[in-house]
């Protein structure tokens, strides 16, 4: 500390001993924290401020297309995330229903505040855990290991393991127009200290940037000159747990933009800090500001969005599709111009944020950093972008900190396992230089990761730990059976004369000896009006009974999947040494050698992944494999 020309010398001391630091409270922080927690390891979760956890510092939703099926395997392997969706839903909806079963996915509507003080009663009351607000300044390490962590106020927390989710607080800085200010996420206080210590442990440091909206007062909006989107009934909940859905209480609403609205920020370009140079840190590609919609998309006629409730304590209205870093006055001008927003007071303007992150390639799987031992990072902080994202990697940084200290295996989901699996994968193989979102056209073997199946595919992983509670144990067994006998009730034969008649009803063709309503299903029928019909499964959750329903509907298309995994496994199981010298290997091209000894990846499949390394880099590799043996 510095007080005019004077040092201050900053006086430590012991603020306590744990096995493991989690450093944040956003959705990873939160997620590791429990599960560390949960594993019976001593934790504490190191917090900027207390009424930050959870945060949701964008739109108050969890879930959409493939982020639902994250939100779904969190649940799946003990996370919180679900539940605590479900505790504070307002609307919920299934997207994609009118498409593939793959793509499908649960999107809930939050209530903002709900969803903070829901998670910050759990984690208060999860034994193991204890909640400290300060800020991290230093990583301590001992012989390449975290031996602890320093906070600015000279506090030492001895550690074991360390787990970095700063989410974008690191370095921090808000812009609006003209306007740049050192601030975290609504106007919280960002974490300035840290990121000196990560760069003298190694981590190669890079900006970032994202946005948010305005909030407007939602009773100064004509919802009457927008559409209403009302939630979905007789849908699953999140979590497993839960069963069905809660009840929708609130509505959303879609209004447009229009050719107005386009020019007022065409005129004024100049004046976004995206166009004038105030701004050049990379944002997110897959959720643009409306500057960049408007002059990358300058065809469109209009650009969709969404008005959506803040919680139902407030009327604040999110304006999701209209995220801007414009001056206030600009801003102002543009919301107005929008239909049904004509007097809409603004109660909170749209910022951008800009913040440090790191280069994941420097990760290895389990999330642990290479260069110290049992550093583990998570969420923006290794450049994904999203509350999904993050949580799915707490959870697992949370779990594998956990697993080191009790001296047990990693844990590591392959991407035919999870979308958890893909995106960490992703991460540690190919890098990222933009702010990551999962999508599920990044998953290979989509079909086979389908949300309704991520208990029946990863709970079992748990089942030796304390994440596999007597509740869940209960659950899963009574979906698992009630699975099984639907796929054996659909697989048997039904009666010719009715199949005749259903056939007829229904318009479905071909022969009908010895069918069964599985082959019904296969034709075309849907399993629903199978069980009306026939009055078969009557006392079966509908949910399940879709589940069944899409593996019957697919069953040749997973066959070939599993038969693809089951080669891809082949390379999983081909380890490489850790200490390769890939520039003495002959046959590699430069550009491979360099990509190799950038990422070093663990297995042959890994190596296969990464940019710039082509199928007849990989075969030299298994040539020099099997020369080493």
């Given at each position: 500390m510095i007080s005019g020309n004077n040092v201050i010398k900053m006086h430590t001391f012991i603020e306590g001993q744990y096995d493991i630091a989690v450093i944040g409270a956003g959705h990873a922080g939160c997620e590791a924290a429990l599960a560390c927690a949960r594993l019976g390891l001593k934790t504490v979760m190191l917090t900027l401020n207390l009424d930050s956890i959870a945060f949701l510092a964008c739109n108050?939703?969890?879930?959409?297309?493939?982020?639902?099926?994250?939100?779904?395997?969190i649940d799946a392997l003990g996370g919180e995330m679900a539940k605590n969706a479900d505790k504070t839903c307002l609307q919920i909806?299934?997207?994609?229903?009118?498409?593939?079963?793959?793509?499908?996915?649960?999107r809930c509507q939050c209530d903002k505040n709900a969803y903070h003080r829901e998670m910050k009663r759990t984690l208060e009351n999860t034994q193991n855990l204890r909640i400290l607000q300060g800020e991290c300044a230093e990583i301590l390490t001992e012989n390449g290991a975290v031996s602890g962590i320093k906070t600015t106020y000279g506090g030492v927390?001895?550690?074991?393991?360390?787990?970095?989710?700063?989410?974008?607080?690191?370095?921090?800085e808000t812009v609006t127009g003209e306007h740049r200010q050192k601030s975290g996420p609504s106007g919280f206080a960002p974490a300035n200290a840290l990121t000196e210590s990560l760069i003298k442990l190694g981590f190669n440091v890079r900006r970032f940037k994202t946005g948010t909206p305005a909030r407007l007062d939602g009773r100064t909006v004509d919802f009457d000159k927008c559409t209403c989107q009302s939630g979905d009934e007789n849908i699953p909940a999140f979590s497993f747990l839960n069963g069905t859905a809660p009840a929708n209480s609130h509505e959303c609403h879609i209004a447009y933009t229009n050719a107005q609205t386009h020019k007022i920020i065409l005129d004024s370009l100049?004046?976004?800090?995206?166009?004038?140079?105030?701004?050049?840190?990379?944002?997110?590609?897959?959720?643009?500001?409306?500057?960049?919609?408007?002059?990358?998309?300058?065809d469109k006629e209009r650009h969709q969005l969404f008005l959506e409730p803040e919680g139902a304590d407030t009327n604040e209205i999110y304006v999701q599709g209209m995220s801007s870093s414009m001056p206030h006055d600009v801003q102002k001008a543009m919301y107005r111009s929008v239909s049904g927003l004509e007097n809409c007071e603004i109660m909170r303007y749209a910022y951008a944020i800009e913040y440090d992150c790191i280069d994941t390639l420097d990760v290895l799987p389990t999330l642990e950093f290479k260069k110290v031992k049992n550093l583990y990072t998570a969420g923006q902080i290794n450049g994904t972008s999203g509350y999904e994202e993050a949580a799915a990697q707490g959870l697992v940084a949370g779990i594998n900190a956990a697993y080191r200290i009790l001296g047990k295996e990693p844990f590591v989901l392959g991407r035919d396992e999870a979308y958890i699996g893909v995106l960490i994968d992703d991460l540690v193989t190919k890098g990222t230089e933009e702010p990551y979102r999962m999508l599920t056209s990044r998953a290979e073997y989509s079909l086979c990761l389908r949300h309704d199946t991520a208990d029946f595919r990863l709970t079992p992983k748990i089942e030796s730990t304390p994440l596999f509670?007597?509740?869940?144990?209960?659950?899963?067994?009574?979906?698992?059976?009630?699975?099984?006998?639907?796929?054996?009730?659909?697989?048997?034969?039904?009666d010719g004369?009715?199949?005749?008649?259903?056939?007829?009803?229904?318009?479905?063709?071909?022969?009908?000896?010895?069918?069964?309503?599985?082959?019904?299903?296969?034709?075309?029928?849907?399993?629903?009006?199978?069980?009306?019909?026939?009055?078969?499964?009557?006392?079966?959750?509908?949910?399940?009974?879709k589940t069944a329903e899409a593996t019957v509907k697919y069953e040749g298309y997973l066959s070939k999947s599993m038969a693809q995994i089951e080669r891809a496994k082949k390379l999983e199981e081909k380890k490489l040494p850790p200490d390769i010298n890939y520039s003495e290997i002959s046959g590699l091209r430069l550009e491979a050698r360099e990509k190799l000894e950038r990422v070093r990846p663990i297995t042959l499949?890994?190596?296969?992944?990464?940019?710039?390394?082509?199928?007849?880099?990989?075969?030299?590799?298994?040539?020099?494999?099997?020369?080493?043996?």
């Open positions: 108050p939703s969890i879930g959409g297309t493939a982020k639902g099926h994250l939100v779904r395997e909806r299934i997207l994609n229903e009118g498409k593939g079963e793959a793509v499908q996915s649960l927390i001895e550690c074991k393991a360390a787990i970095l989710a700063t989410g974008v607080y690191l370095n921090a100049d004046r976004s800090p995206l166009y004038n140079g105030e701004i050049n840190s990379t944002g997110p590609r897959y959720c643009p500001s409306i500057e960049t919609k408007v002059v990358r998309f300058s509670t007597e509740e869940r144990a209960n659950c899963f067994a009574r979906r698992k059976t009630s699975y099984e006998h639907i796929l054996s009730v659909l697989n048997g034969r039904a004369k009715a199949v005749n008649g259903f056939m007829q009803k229904y318009g479905i063709c071909g022969g009908v000896s010895g069918i069964t309503y599985a082959d019904l299903i296969r034709r075309g029928a849907k399993a629903e009006d199978i069980c009306e019909y026939f009055n078969i499964l009557r006392d079966m959750p509908r949910d399940i009974i499949g890994q190596a296969g992944r990464i940019s710039g390394v082509n199928p007849a880099d990989v075969t030299v590799l298994m040539v020099w494999l099997a020369t080493r043996k």
